[in-house]
């Protein structure tokens, strides 16, 4: 089969690799889409992945094609997600049912190999099959909301609340997407690429910019701000726009160099929350119902659709922060 591999960092290539088989438990997916993200950008810059070659893309949905003796969840056939988080269910974390703390985390596309193939393999008990409507050209756009759906876990929203989103990506988008549906009053979107922005704007944000300072909204801040860039100057300024009694969440993936200043005695005396949200946890198969729901437009979401050989060109332009969602489709 035909498969992307990052071979070293900044290098990536598309190869013939032998195609895979499903263990006793396992299923093999023809895959039909396979979306690019941030994580990806990160393995191919060497970290994440704690080994390199890696056939990435931890997106991704498709077509069960074989199955292993064991497995009785799906069959042949049936359209599937899949959740790519690999827990080892021994830890304290994992005992605690904090399985994205996992001790020893792993990832389909990041420590094994992943989506962006013709074929990939993952445990059944990873697979969430979709209803008959979805389809699983889309559907890559699973696992980037059930990370989303995490991130509106960790923030317990109140009815009411005004939320800043720092990015118009994907993620942002999603983030605002569920924003809307969560109660809040008003959603306010900052990107500095004014396409992203009309996204959100086509979205239903309140409004958008491409600095705080342009919207003009003074001291008061707002009660969540979110970071949806990973972006030090972004994240910086975030944590200056908490209004009292609010929440910071850092939901975008930074990297491990990146830092930022917090002030002490304002998160003190102003009581303010500063958390993150890592990853997919008890999301997956919510995730799955509220796409298959609608909450998404993935012609909205969709900007680029390319074919698995040209995976490298697919990486190129996303790090070049162009379109939204990119998928490539084998």
């Not at 396979?34 to 970290?47: K, R, S, V």
Request: charged share 20%; with cysteine.
């Amino acid at each position: 089969m035909r498969a992307a591999i990052v071979e070293a960092p900044g290098k990536i290539s598309v190869s013939t690799v032998p195609d895979p088989s499903p263990g006793p438990r396992d299923v093999v997916v023809r895959v039909a889409s396979c979306g690019l993200c941030g994580t990806d950008l990160h393995i191919l810059q060497g970290e994440f992945a704690p080994t390199l070659p890696i056939v990435p893309g931890h997106e991704f949905a498709g077509e069960v094609v074989a199955a292993g003796a064991d497995v009785t969840e799906v069959s042949v056939g049936d359209k599937v997600a899949v959740d790519p988080s690999l827990h080892c269910h021994e830890c304290r974390y994992c005992r605690a049912g904090r399985g994205n703390l996992c001790d020893r985390w792993a990832a389909i596309g990041v420590s094994v190999a992943g989506g962006a193939a013709e074929y990939a393999v993952a445990p059944v008990a990873n697979c969430v099959r979709l209803p008959d409507h979805v389809d699983v050209a889309d559907a890559a756009l699973i696992e980037p909301l059930s990370c989303a759906v995490r991130g509106y876990d960790v923030l317990s929203g109140t009815l009411g609340a005004e939320v800043l989103i720092y990015g118009s990506g994907t993620m942002g988008l999603m983030m605002l997407e569920l924003a809307k549906r969560t109660g809040a009053a008003s959603v306010d979107v900052l990107d500095v690429n004014p396409d992203r922005l009309a996204t959100a704007g086509l979205l239903g944000c309140s409004r958008s910019a491409a600095a705080a300072e342009e919207l003009d909204r003074g001291p008061r801040g707002w009660d969540v701000v979110v970071d949806a860039t990973g972006n030090a100057a972004a994240i910086q300024d975030g944590l200056g726009r908490v209004a009292k009694g609010g929440t910071f969440l850092q939901f975008g993936v930074s990297d491990y160099a990146t830092t930022a200043v917090i002030e002490p005695y304002r998160i003190y005396n102003q009581e303010i929350t500063i958390t993150g949200s890592m990853a997919v946890l008890h999301s997956f198969e919510r995730a799955a119902a509220l796409f298959a729901a609608g909450v998404l437009d993935p012609a909205v979401f969709i900007s680029d659709r390319l074919p698995l050989e040209q995976y490298p060109e697919a990486m190129e332009r996303f790090q070049a922060g162009q379109g939204r969602k990119i998928v490539v489709e084998p």
